[in-house]
């Protein structure tokens, strides 16, 4: 598959692009929070799309656009491009709407940015809906309980250890829960010869 076909790398060249739009209008005085997604949800309806693509800096950027080259460029060999980018952005939307309200709920309301939560989404997916994983399940059919209690260990192991000041702690939660969650039902995989020539 060449590389001007890969979801991922369309999705990084959206985050750049989002990224660059950031940084000029913050050159010209403009708020670059026009692109997060803050409460009230609905008063900036783009918002809910473009807080998934945006970033607070470039560190924030190329930590999230390394952490998506390595698990994206996996998972787009057994998926189609529609798939590929309706479940980075509604994960990513899901992530940043519980986060917003979660934030509002608990202490002061704040805005939200970065593709961390579509992101964990898909190292969700890559835990459950690999083929070793989803045969074993398959096989032994373990307790739903079971499932998940070892699901939210597991989500709540890697949220904690990706702690840090500033960090949107219940986005990963929500979008690493999410995966797990759609790569169990493996609604990334597609039938073999309509992988990435897909359309909605």
């Known amino acids: 598959m060449a ?3 890969s979801p991922t790398v369309e999705t990084l060249t959206a ?4 990224f660059l739009v950031q940084s000029t209008v ?3 005085g403009i708020q670059g929070h026009l692109f ?3 409460p009230p949800l609905l008063a900036r309806p783009w918002t809910l799309v473009t807080n998934v693509y945006a970033h607070a800096s470039l560190p924030h950027l190329l930590g999230n656009a390394v952490a998506l080259a390595a698990i994206g460029l996996a998972i787009e060999r057994t998926s189609t491009r529609f798939r590929f980018h309706a479940f980075f952005v509604l994960t ?3 992530s940043a709407i519980v986060q917003v309200l979660v934030d509002g709920l608990v202490g002061q309301p704040t805005a939200v940015l970065g593709a961390s939560g579509a992101v964990f989404a898909l190292v969700g997916y890559a835990i459950t809906g690999n083929a070793v994983v989803h045969a074993a399940l ?6 739903r309980t079971l499932l998940l209690v070892g699901g939210a260990a597991l989500v709540s192991a890697i949220v904690l250890v990706t702690a840090a000041p500033n960090v949107a702690l219940v986005a990963h939660a929500v979008g690493l829960g999410a995966g ?3 790569g169990r039902r493996r609604v ?3 039938r073999a010869g309509r992988r990435l020539t897909d359309h909605p």
């Open 188 to 190: 990334l995989h597609a």
């Open 180 to 182: 797990l969650v759609a």
């Open 92 to 94: 990513g939307m899901l």
């Open 138 to 143: 398959r096989r032994f059919r373990p307790d």
């Open 36 to 38: 997060a997604l803050a």
């Open 15 to 18: 985050m750049a692009s989002v």
């Open 26 to 28: 913050g050159l010209v």
């Open 3 to 5: 590389l001007r076909e």
